[in-house]
């Protein structure tokens, strides 16, 4: 009889890399993959610890787990596993929980995935884990997450991140090649590069990350590369203009900023200025005029005072940039921002968070407007949806059309005529 298993995950772009690499030893096992939700004998929940409420959704995905599947095996496993495994232990219906240096080893620590008497618990101290272990996900048919790094050695005082996930570290150049290739082997046309700081790729092998770019660019199968995010300081001029010389890296840019003021930035213990800041998007932008520029920012840090929300808001205002990911400050517990005085009232957060997502809209619709009339590349993705299709442009404008089979997966020029409903671009593909 075919075991079943299902998967949950939480999180960034690194864990579902992870989660499907680890899905891809269970099929290669024999196993079903069903949906979460459904009748199994074995759960795994990758799970994330950014915010408290990353940590309650664990919590829930276990009891949705036992409520459709009583006696499901459940492991769990991500960064709330390895930051704090004795508390997910404690959650009825647990059977093991493995840290980071474990993820990938299910299968060393269970033969039969019978429920257990007593949780178990694999994992060791953050510093002990070394280990960098590949994953690409392969979930749609048109781009795969590829994880090129792991960890981070930054101290942002906010963040939980390096205590979950450890030392910045890599595979070798050649190693990380190696799994681009078997991604375009299985037909995906674009890979997005992920990890923690990619941007600090090579820290474990005496490489760089602009050595790494140069060498995936060789690819052959691989049509486009996303840089998923980097951080400011990481971000070089070598890099800006190899990403504008290559017919593959797109002219698409996530970088994290988190404040506009810097006073805030040195209490973040961020390592750039605002000034900094400024010159990687003017640069950006005098390279690559078209480019699309997405932004992380905080609000609501201990200590922002209304003229600080008001620099950082003013800063993103004056700036040629494209999109805001607006995150909320949340208290975690053990990060030296967590015992900073000033702590900000959930009221004004929201209020600032509010502003910043407005804005943010207004860059966004100006950024496609901008575009109407122009033509550009739009990898098309393979799913019917309601009759229509849906793809990106290079520089990552979503387009919409009724649905084509014969595109599938294929990249077409693609005249930018109008906006639709959704907020999505339509046109036609321009027939060379
Ligand atoms: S760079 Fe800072 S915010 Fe990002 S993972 Fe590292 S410590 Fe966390």
Known sequence: MTKKV??????????????STIAADFLARGFEKVKFGEPVDVVVINTCTVTSIADKKCRQAVKKAQKSSPDAFIAITGCYAQLKPQEIAEIPGVDIVLGMNEKFKLFEHI???RKLKEPQIYSCEIDDVTRFDAAYSSNDRT??????????????TYCTIPKARGMSRNDAIE???????????KGFKEIILTG??????????GESFLDLIRALDKVEGIERYRISSIEPNLLTEEIIRFTADSQKFLPHFHIPLQSGSNKLLK?????YNRELFAVKISKIKEIMPDAFIGIDVIVGFPGESD??????????????????HVFSYSIRPGTPAAEMNDKISPKIISERSQKLHQLSEQKHKEFYQKHLGTQRKVLFEASNSKGKMYGFTDNYIKVEIPFDKNLRNVTKL?????IAESHNLKGNVVIS
């Open 6 to 19: 299902s998967f949950h995950t939480l999180g960034c772009k690194l864990n579902f890399s992870e989660t």
């Open 111 to 113: 033969e039969n995935f």
């Open 143 to 156: 781009r795969s997450f590829l994880k090129i790094q792991d960890g981070c050695d930054y101290v942002c």
């Open 175 to 185: 190693k990380t090649v190696e799994k681009a290739r078997e991604i375009a082997e």
């Open 196 to 205: 923690v700081n990619i941007g600090d790729f090579g820290r474990s092998t």
């Open 267 to 271: 209490l973040m213990k961020r390592r």
């Open 307 to 324: 003229k600080d929300f008001a620099d950082t808001y003013q800063f993103l205002e004056n700036s040629d940039i494209s999109f805001l």
């Open 414 to 418: 693609f005249e930018l005529t109008e």
